[in-house]
């Protein structure tokens, strides 16, 4: 594990986030197949595929919905073109990508609120992809260039993106019904997330 990148202050959304979620990230982080010894570079492609499968519709549903604060720049923060890139650098064509099949199941977007919970769900998870990246480079030798860049998305940058999303979060004046939202629409992240992985068949 790597040492937490440096946080100057947690603010009460981030404390409620944490704890309405650490369950949820537990129970997906064990089934997710990066550290099997049966994953293979086929497998690992199948992988991107249903994450892409999902990051796509929930990109598109977030630009979409009108709900992003009109202070918070979304594109920056966009992977599914990285996926798409790395789906192509694994093999697949530009066709093969465009029929993949696509989550119907995703979180309702309705709010601001929601929005972000969605997000914290979205970019924390660059934070576990320092940790898998090194051990995808070991394992299957992909990295940013030949089909992993997913797992790098914001390279050297990671930790100064995480602070300066949760600086925001903790600068939106936020009444508990709205924490409450937040909160709720990260662990449907979650739970979308995995049901999806899981009808993808690519989880343990
Ligand atoms: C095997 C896969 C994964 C591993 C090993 C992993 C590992 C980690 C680690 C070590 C952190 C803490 C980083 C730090 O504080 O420096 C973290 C944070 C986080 N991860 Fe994961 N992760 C994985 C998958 C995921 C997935 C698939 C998602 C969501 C789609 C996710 C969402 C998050 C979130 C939201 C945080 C931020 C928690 C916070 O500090 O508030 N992770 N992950």
Redesign the pocket.
């Known amino acids: 594990?790597?040492?937490?990148?440096r946080e100057v202050y947690v603010p009460p959304v981030?404390q409620d986030?944490?704890a309405g979620?650490a369950e949820l990230?537990i129970a997906?982080?064990k089934r997710?197949p990066?550290?099997s010894d049966a994953l293979d570079v086929p497998a690992f492609k199948r992988l991107i595929q249903a994450y892409y499968g999902f990051y796509l519709p929930l990109e598109s549903a977030l630009r979409d919905s009108d709900a992003i604060p009109a202070d918070f720049d979304l594109s920056p923060r966009l992977k599914a073109q990285t996926l798409h890139s790395d789906l192509k650098a694994l093999g697949d064509c530009g066709a093969a990508i465009d029929s993949l099949p696509m989550c119907q199941r995703l979180p309702l977007i309705d709010s601001s609120a929601t929005s972000l919970g969605v997000l914290?769900?979205?970019?924390?998870?660059t934070?576990?992809?320092?940790?898998?990246r090194r051990e995808i480079a070991s394992r299957l030798g992909l990295e940013a260039q030949n089909g992993a860049a997913f797992l790098d998305v914001y390279g050297a940058a990671t930790g100064r993106r995480?602070r300066e999303f949760?600086e925001y979060l903790g600068s939106r004046p936020m009444p508990t019904a709205e924490r409450e939202a937040v909160v709720l629409a990260?662990q449907n992240?979650?739970s979308c997330?995995e049901r999806w992985l899981d009808s993808r068949e690519v989880l343990a």
């Open positions: 594990m790597q040492a937490k990148p981030l986030l944490r979620t990230h997906l982080e997710l990066f550290f914290y769900v979205l970019e924390g998870a934070l576990g992809g320092q940790i898998l995480w949760i990260a992240t979650f997330f």
